[in-house]
C-alpha cells in the first residue's frame, strides 16, 4: 500500500511538471514481455497496449510514467491448472538521452508496481464409485514493487525500448523469487503542449 502511495506521488510530481513544460510527449503502443527463470517456466510470453507519458526537465532528461496491461499466454503443461493471467506493469523513471532532449540513444531506468491476476481452471476428481470432488475457478491476485532498467532509441513520433523488469516476491511466500521478464515496448508518440 506504502508503494502505491508512493508512485501515484511520482506520477502526480510528473503531470504537474507538465503541465509547465513545452515539449511533453504522450506515447500510444504495444508492451511485449518475455519471462525469464521461474517465471518463464509459466507462461511464454505477456502482450498488450501500452500507454506513457514524458515531461522533459532540462537538457537530456525526462521524467517518465508508462502502464500497460500485458495478457500473459499459458505454458501448454500448465494450461489445466491455469485458465488466463495477466498483468498490470505501472512505473514511473528517468529516461536520460545521450545526444539531444527527446531524440536518439537514451537510458532508462524506472520504479512502481505490477499487478497480477490469475485464474484458475475448475479441476474435477472422479474416484469410482466413492466421490466426485470439484476445485471451483478462483481468481488470486498481488501487487508487488517492481523495478526496470533499460535502452532504447527515440525518433521524431516512434520509441523503441528495451528493458529488464525484476517483480518483488510476495512476502507472504516462504522462499519465493523475483519475478523477472524482458520487456519490449514499440510507441507513436504525441507532442502535447507548446
Known amino acids: 500500500m506504502k508503494m502505491k502511495k508512493i508512485v501515484l ?7 504537474t511538471l507538465g503541465a509547465m513544460a513545452q515539449s511533453n510527449q504522450l506515447s500510444l503502443g504495444v508492451d511485449l514481455a518475455l519471462p525469464m527463470g ?13 500507454v506513457g507519458f514524458e515531461v522533459p526537465v532540462g537538457d537530456n532528461l525526462g521524467v517518465t510514467v508508462q502502464v500497460a496491461y500485458d495478457i500473459l499466454m499459458v505454458k501448454s503443461d ?16 528517468l529516461k536520460y538521452y545521450f545526444m539531444d532532449q ?25 474416484i ?7 476445485t471451483p475457478s478462483e481468481t488470486t ?5 517492481s ?20 517483480i518483488s516476491p510476495d512476502s507472504d511466500i516462504d522462499g519465493a523469487k523475483a519475478s523477472s521478464y524482458i520487456g519490449l515496448r514499440v510507441a507513436y508518440l504525441l507532442p502535447i503542449g507548446g
Not at 38 to 50: E, H, I, K, N, W
Not at 102 to 126: C, M, N, P, R
Open 9 to 15: 506521488s511520482l506520477a502526480a510530481v510528473a503531470f
Open 38 to 50: 521461474d517465471f518463464g517456466d509459466a507462461y511464454s510470453l505477456g502482450v498488450g497496449p501500452a
Open 78 to 93: 500448465l494450461s489445466d491448472f491455469i485458465k488466463s493471467a495477466s498483468m498490470i506493469p505501472a512505473q514511473v523513471g
Open 102 to 126: 527527446q531524440e536518439g540513444f537514451y537510458g532508462h531506468g524506472q520504479l512502481g508496481i505490477h499487478a497480477s491476476s490469475v485464474k484458475s481452471e475448475e479441476i474435477t476428481i472422479s
Open 128 to 134: 469410482p464409485g466413492l466421490a466426485t470432488i470439484t
Open 141 to 145: 491476485s498481488s501487487t508487488n514493487f
Open 147 to 166: 523495478w526496470a532498467i533499460g535502452a532504447g532509441y527515440q525518433m521524431e513520433k516512434l520509441d523503441i525500448g528495451i528493458r529488464y523488469n525484476s
